[in-house]
């Protein structure tokens, strides 16, 4: 089991802390803090009677390899994975959002009582009115269910501190009723009033700002943990690497993939490959160069299109960080780049086919223009000679089979001029080949990389 960073020890600290004691709480971490592990270690010290962990769609497998990785040995865990799903006694259950506005899943969950909730990326259930909001936050919702409840969001209100109103109203009335020291701010115009500038026009509130954020923060001290990576750099090493496994959209669609010859013949030649093994990386190309992969390869990136957007998505709403994601399929990287457009990112692109000049005026675009929040970059193009500081963060949508590959494309974010800790998580899709050439993968470019620091 890895050992936990610093930060994430002193987010339990601060949980476990008898002078304030919390029943609920917001883990406000950026982005690469491991909400996630912090989670799931406090969950593990407290060894709740039942959990239920509400998770944003296609991050449903990457919490189960988390509580592996984190929790060997933990109770059964049971994944929510359709709206006609019967619920089994599993103490431990995983549910997306989406799933929740089905009754037939709701009411099962309402009829258990929760020792703990854990809902990640909370910002998706900040509108109370909306079936999934009211499904946690609204009469008779999951929180009412829960004994505790732990938010985790880098970005909790990503529009206006008036977002976090209706998780206030549901976890912790009291702090919203007025006292000597505070006023009352137990309706929502009067918490908009009070913590927000704000203009009432013709389509509605439009928030500009926040106001009185010291009493804000005095006032919720208690409820919220905020963590930020410039904060807690010098507790970081300089390059953490790590793998997030998503799911397909289409489940029978992912089924055609495994059953394509290519997969098989590889899960023949791998079943009983040691991925610890110092001989795991030879044993793998071997595997690789008797297995024709190049059709397979390609369908597993178009399967990636959607997950990596949406997560991409989630994970940059309403903050002002950046990311960086390197793929080998210019498919993959072209599907991506026209999605996350329609998301408002503004995302750069370099793939073979852009021109040398016009190369380096996307990389500046990057570099020097906040509104563009992506880089998206070709391994083979991208990945050697650029700087791209100004993200810390690095996706490996699509790794290359080359260990120093790989590593040489991490370092365009973590090189000279990069003024934080750097993070690089390489993504896996659920049930492919990808999963075990990845975690081989990690394991050496671990080890290269402690070589070469």
């Not at 609204?138 to 008036?162: K, M």
């Not at 595997?287 to 190049?294: I, M, R, V």
């Amino acid at each position: 089991m890895p050992d936990l960073l610093p930060n994430q020890l002193a987010a339990l600290e601060w949980l476990d802390s008898e002078r304030t004691p919390r029943n609920h709480a917001f883990l406000v971490l950026d982005m690469g803090l491991g909400k996630t592990a912090a989670a799931i270690a406090y969950a593990r010290s407290h060894n709740p009677a039942s959990l239920l962990v509400i998770v944003p769609a296609g991050l449903r497998i990457h919490w189960t390899r988390e509580f592996d990785l984190f929790w060997p040995g933990h109770p059964d865990v049971e994944l929510v994975l359709s709206s006609t799903q019967r619920i089994g006694p599993a103490p431990f259950i995983v549910v997306n959002y989406d799933l929740l506005v089905y009754p037939t899943i709701l009411n099962q969950l309402r009829t258990r009582g929760w020792s703990l909730l854990v809902c990640d990326e909370s910002q998706m259930a900040n509108n109370i009115e909306t079936k999934r909001g009211g499904a946690i936050l609204g009469r008779d919702g999951l929180v009412e269910h829960s004994a505790q409840v732990i938010c985790l969001s880098g970005t909790p209100a990503p529009n206006h501190i008036g977002e976090l109103h209706g998780w206030f109203q549901a976890l912790v009335p009291g702090l919203l009723k007025g006292s000597k020291q505070y006023p009352d701010v137990t309706s929502y115009y009067r918490f908009l009033a009070r913590y927000a500038n704000f203009k009432v026009g013709q389509y509605g509130i439009t928030v500009l700002g926040s106001r009185n954020a010291g009493e804000f923060r005095k006032r919720f001290a208690g409820l919220i943990l905020r963590q930020r990576k410039s904060e807690v750099m010098k507790d970081l090493p300089p390059l953490r690497m790590g793998t997030v496994t998503l799911e397909a959209d289409d489940l029978s669609e992912l089924q055609a993939l495994l059953e394509h010859p290519d997969y098989a013949g590889l899960a023949d030649a791998m079943a009983n490959l040691r991925t610890d093994a110092p001989d795991a990386m030879a044993r793998l190309r071997d595997a690789l160069s008797n297995t024709h992969l190049a059709t397979l390869r390609r369908l597993i990136a178009i399967h990636k299109i959607d997950p990596v957007a949406r997560l991409i998505r989630e994970e940059l709403v309403g903050g002002e960080n950046k990311l960086v994601v390197f793929a080998h399929h210019r498919q993959l990287l072209e599907g991506l780049h026209a999605l996350l457009y329609s998301y408002g990112l503004s995302p750069c692109m370099v793939h073979g086919g852009v021109p040398p000049k016009e190369r380096q005026r996307q990389v500046d675009h990057f570099q020097n223009f906040k509104r563009c929040r992506v880089f998206l970059g070709q391994l083979d193009a991208a990945g050697v000679g650029y700087t791209l500081t100004a993200s810390s963060d690095v996706l490996m949508a699509e790794a290359s089979w080359s260990p120093a590959k790989n590593l040489q494309a991490i370092n365009r974010v973590s090189r000279i001029g990069q003024q934080n800790a750097c993070l690089a998580r390489f993504v896996s899709l659920a049930g492919s080949v990808d999963e075990i050439v990845n975690m081989v993968q990690l394991r050496k470019l671990d080890a290269l990389n402690s070589l070469l620091l």
